[in-house]
């Protein structure tokens, strides 16, 4: 079953608005079987909504529409889809009762707009909106489904989950689907593509897979559609412990996207401790870290050594080796890992030097070059990576592959 998402509102076309519906609309509506066909974003006019309307619903089973069934002028939804599927507008007493409570409840008195929000088409279903003043519209055609909410996220959210869901329930018989990930660090997309060419060819039909991917991470989604949604996911763990004997290094998890999680609890579980020493990441990797409740519990500190003088004073680099062989380099990096290490008294630290962006670089090192060092109980290792050009990516890059280092170490 096809579905389709129009969010309406001119806020929404010129950044000023994040649409978050359409975000939380696709997981509930694919978590209950639904396929997203499609998103649009359009303009408060009747002409976007009628075009918009028109064509959803010639080519999808369902279609939830957001925003604009507000008070003012410019909400334009309701007498749009009106036209559309050629009701009469009327008052709905029930509705009427509920905004006047509500109004009246907050100390207001009722006004034209509010009055004009009990004013619904004639040839569609009232969903209730327990937290606002504008009801949602269910219409029928064609043996499809058009429902209008609010775009009020946390009012459309609650018409959805309370109303919305079951009754689309009762409508249709939803297929069970299946969306399993796979989460890599270590290689980007193309190498990854080429790793596991085998295993992906030979994968069932009944499989799809797609890559996602962000600055140091490939995320592998395993989906399947069917009846049995023991048979699916049987068919998809199968495929994925394949998948795991193909690249074991590189897969770091199928439930925890979270590196910052993931490294706390490898932490946790060998009680072990950690500090970090920072120079192109500016405290990024700090940042990952320390977002997680209980991070306190094995992470210590860091050292934020932008400066060579910071360097050399509180990580104990050598000043010879900072001028023979630079702060970017493979003995900087691995000083800077064990200054951090001994001065924080922890077993394992993590150090980073590089040039992030978007100037400093030079032909010997260019921008996005970055050396990486983990001290460990055992000793200290360390690997240079080239990035990219520009600066956000590069730094985030780098301390994803930082905890990823680690990640193999713990």
């Given at each position: 079953?096809?579905?389709?998402?129009?969010?309406?509102?001119?806020?929404l076309?010129?950044?000023?608005?994040?649409?978050?519906?359409?975000?939380?609309?696709?997981?509930?509506m694919?978590a209950?079987?639904?396929?997203?066909?499609?998103?649009?974003?359009?303009?408060?006019?009747?002409?976007?909504?009628?075009n918009?309307v028109?064509?959803?619903?010639?080519?999808?089973?369902?279609?939830?529409?957001?925003?604009?069934l507000?008070?003012?002028?410019?909400?334009?939804?309701?007498?749009?889809?009106?036209?559309y599927?050629g009701?009469?507008?009327?008052?709905?007493?029930?509705?009427?009762?509920?905004?006047?409570?509500?109004?009246?409840?907050?100390?207001?008195?009722?006004?034209?707009?509010?009055?004009?929000?009990?004013?619904?088409?004639?040839n569609?279903?009232v969903?209730?909106?327990?937290?606002?003043?504008?009801?949602?519209?269910?219409?029928?055609?064609?043996?499809?489904?058009?429902?209008?909410?609010?775009?009020?996220?946390?009012?459309t959210?609650?018409?959805?989950t309370?109303t919305?869901?079951?009754?689309?329930?009762?409508?249709?018989?939803?297929?069970?689907?299946?969306?399993?990930?796979?989460?890599?660090?270590?290689?980007p997309?193309?190498?990854?593509?080429?790793?596991?060419?085998?295993?992906?060819?030979?994968?069932?039909?009944?499989?799809?897979?797609?890559?996602?991917p962000?600055?140091?991470?490939?995320?592998?989604?395993?989906?399947?559609?069917?009846?049995?949604?023991?048979?699916?996911?049987?068919s998809?763990?199968?495929?994925?412990?394949?998948?795991?004997a193909?690249?074991?290094?590189?897969?770091?998890?199928?439930e925890?996207?979270?590196?910052?999680?993931?490294?706390?609890?490898?932490?946790?579980?060998?009680?072990a401790?950690?500090?970090?020493?920072?120079?192109?990441?500016?405290?990024?990797?700090?940042?990952?870290?320390?977002?997680?409740?209980?991070?306190?519990?094995?992470?210590?500190?860091?050292?934020?050594?932008?400066?060579n003088?910071i360097?050399?004073?509180?990580?104990?680099?050598?000043l010879?080796?900072?001028?023979?062989?630079?702060?970017?380099?493979?003995?900087?990096?691995?000083?800077?890992?064990?200054?951090?290490?001994q001065?924080?008294?922890?077993?394992?630290?993590?150090?980073?030097?590089?040039?992030?962006?978007?100037?400093?670089?030079?032909?010997?090192?260019?921008?996005?070059?970055?050396?990486?060092?983990?001290?460990?109980?055992?000793?200290?290792?360390?690997?240079?990576?080239?990035?990219?050009k520009?600066?956000?990516?590069?730094?985030?890059?780098?301390?994803?592959?930082?905890?990823?280092?680690?990640?193999?170490?713990?």
């Amino acid at each position: 079953m096809n579905l389709d998402i129009i969010s309406i509102g001119d806020e929404l076309l010129i950044g000023q608005t994040l649409n978050t519906n359409a975000h939380w609309i696709s997981k509930e509506m694919n978590a209950i079987g639904f396929t997203i066909r499609e998103h649009v974003s359009i303009a408060d006019t009747e002409e976007a909504i009628l075009n918009a309307v028109e064509h959803a619903m010639s080519n999808a089973d369902v279609v939830l529409v957001t925003g604009g069934l507000g008070p003012t002028k410019d909400d334009l939804t309701m007498p749009a889809l009106n036209k559309y599927f050629g009701g009469e507008l009327v008052r709905d007493e029930k509705v009427y009762q509920h905004i006047e409570q509500l109004v009246t409840s907050r100390g207001f008195v009722m006004n034209q707009n509010n009055q004009d929000q009990a004013i619904v088409p004639n040839n569609c279903e009232v969903v209730h909106n327990a937290n606002g003043t504008a009801p949602g519209l269910w219409f029928e055609k064609n043996n499809k489904v058009l429902v209008a909410m609010p775009g009020v996220p946390y009012e459309t959210k609650a018409m959805i989950t309370d109303t919305i869901i079951p009754w689309l329930k009762q409508q249709y018989e939803l297929p069970e689907i299946i969306n399993q990930m796979v989460y890599t660090q270590g290689l980007p997309e193309s190498m990854l593509v080429e790793k596991i060419a085998d295993w992906e060819n030979a994968l069932p039909e009944t499989i799809k897979l797609a890559y996602l991917p962000s600055p140091g991470r490939v995320k592998l989604r395993l989906s399947s559609l069917g009846k049995d949604r023991e048979m699916l996911q049987r068919s998809i763990d199968e495929q994925i412990e394949q998948l795991k004997a193909v690249i074991p290094q590189y897969i770091y998890s199928e439930e925890q996207e979270d590196m910052g999680m993931l490294i706390g609890e490898l932490l946790r579980k060998n009680k072990a401790t950690l500090a970090t020493a920072e120079s192109c990441t500016g405290g990024y990797i700090a940042h990952l870290i320390t977002r997680v409740a209980g991070s306190s519990e094995y992470y210590k500190g860091s050292v934020i050594s932008y400066a060579n003088e910071i360097k050399i004073n509180e990580l104990n680099v050598k000043l010879e080796d900072l001028e023979q062989f630079g702060a970017v380099s493979q003995q900087v990096v691995e000083q800077m890992a064990l200054g951090v290490q001994q001065k924080m008294k922890t077993d394992y630290a993590i150090a980073t030097s590089g040039i992030a962006g978007p100037t400093g670089g030079t032909d010997e090192k260019p921008v996005g070059t970055v050396w990486i060092a983990v001290a460990t109980p055992k000793g200290v290792f360390s690997k240079k990576y080239v990035f990219g050009k520009l600066r956000d990516v590069n730094i985030e890059r780098a301390a994803i592959t930082a905890l990823g280092m680690l990640r193999g170490c713990v």
